[in-house]
């Protein structure tokens, strides 16, 4: 019952004026920043970051994630038009946007994209939120033997994975 307590004051804080304002202008960034080719989400929040400095932390965390999430939708606008992926995540909406433009449906493409998008995020924050919790206790009961074996096990799998071309990682 604190669980969900606790989630109806987080609704209660994103929900506020100064807030939804901050997501407003973020998410409108976000496109604009995204529509560039090049210029990926990262960049595009650490090129923001210098003008939160002043701001109410709970407000600019809220601003720079809609930033990062609309950026994400903003990628695919030159990925399905232009064929030119802005960033990694839109070489797949390259892929299969851009001959559905080409084949006069660039709305359709675009449709899917957004729809994809707003799914796949609504999902993913859901996902995070029940399983945030769970994950920080395990996270903490990780000591220095366990932290060990699991940087050893990063190593290898990056090893397997290059096989006999290390040049490629």
């Known amino acids: ?14 929900c506020s004026l100064p807030n939804l304002i901050s997501a407003f202008f973020g998410a409108i960034i976000g496109l604009v920043v995204g529509a ?10 650490a090129l923001l970051l210098p ?12 601003g720079l994630a809609a930033l990062y999430y609309s950026n994400m939708y903003g990628g695919s606008f030159s990925a399905i038009l232009l064929n030119i992926p802005g960033d990694s995540p839109a070489v797949m909406t390259a892929l299969d946007g851009y001959p559905r433009a080409r084949s006069g ?18 999902i993913g ?11 920080a206790k395990w996270g903490l009961a990780f000591g220095p033997a366990e932290l060990t074996l699991l940087i050893l096990f990063a190593m290898t799998s990056i090893g397997w994975l290059l ?3 290390p040049s490629a990682g």
């Open 51 to 62: 003008l939160t400095f002043k701001m109410n932390p709970t407000t600019a965390i809220i």
């Open 163 to 165: 096989g006999e071309n």
């Open 125 to 135: 924050i859901i996902i995070l939120t029940i399983s945030g919790p769970i994950l």
């Open 105 to 122: 449906r660039a709305g359709a493409a675009l449709s899917t994209a957004i729809c994809s998008s707003f799914f796949g995020g609504t």
């Open 36 to 45: 560039m080719p090049g210029i990926g989400s990262l960049s595009g929040v």
């Open 1 to 14: 019952m604190e669980n969900l307590q606790l989630l109806w004051m987080g609704l209660e804080t994103a």
